[in-house]
């Protein structure tokens, strides 16, 4: 089973408003996620460091007043898309880092603005 | 900094024959190095991951790669496509070591098997 989950898998808000997508380590912890973000038959973007009881590190481009994260606890992780316009539709993927050197993915959200 | 390039953004194979997709590294530190697939409208599934063991690294669904230091590439092969093959592949580095988890992603390679 998944060891990393996200929800939603998919999710359509209408432009303006905010939408939440969380990120779930299910079996272990995990203090550093990061989120990344795919346009349609693009590569993924490395959005955000997500840090568990700190601030996230934001890659060069990233709105973080846009894209809030926020690492509550050591195995949830949310990235929360604040008034979305349609241009931010998109699919936006997690993943948890465990140590030594693996690397789980989540399942991904597609974000669809209208 | 680490950056990838995958060479070619699309390539296109007929099934049985062999598959090659190329992927340079660029690292200031000692990579770790990723292939990952990706099926249409679906998540990332690792093929396969070097973390400085072995250069040959074998991974799922007879894929393997070869980590070559003086080349800088890290080349993803499997010796008779299928069809069930055909999809995206992204080659990704991290850190190392030091940072595993923070994947920088190459443009992807689509890859088309024909009967």
């Known amino acids: 089973g998944a060891v990393v989950s996200q929800h939603p898998s998919r999710v359509i808000c209408k432009s303006g408003t905010s939408v939440k997508i969380e990120c779930r380590s299910l079996d272990f912890q995990a203090t550093t996620m990061f989120w990344y973000r795919q346009f349609p038959k693009k590569s993924l973007m490395l959005m955000a460091t997500s840090n568990e009881g700190s601030k996230a590190t934001y890659e060069q481009g990233v709105e973080k007043d846009k894209f809030l994260i926020n690492h509550a606890s050591l195995t949830l992780s949310t990235l929360t898309v604040t008034s979305a316009h349609p241009e931010d539709s998109s699919f936006y993927i997690c993943?948890?880092?465990?140590?030594?050197?693996?690397?789980?993915f989540g399942e991904g959200s597609w974000l669809t603005v209208v | 900094a680490q950056s990838v390039t995958q060479l070619g953004s699309h390539v296109s194979v007929s099934e049985g024959a062999l598959v090659l997709l190329r992927c340079n590294y660029s690292s200031s530190v000692p990579p770790y190095l990723f292939w990952y697939v990706q099926y249409p409208n679906q998540g990332l599934q690792l093929l396969l991951k070097y973390t400085s063991a072995a250069t040959l690294v074998k991974g799922i669904n007879g894929f393997e790669a070869e980590f070559k230091k003086s080349e800088t590439s890290f080349h993803l092969t499997k010796p008779s496509a299928h069809m069930s093959d055909a999809a995206e592949y992204f080659c990704a580095v991290s850190g190392g070591s030091g940072n595993t988890g923070k994947l920088i992603f190459g443009q992807g390679t689509t890859l088309q098997v024909k009967p």
């Open positions: 993943s948890a880092h465990r140590p030594p050197n693996t690397i789980y």
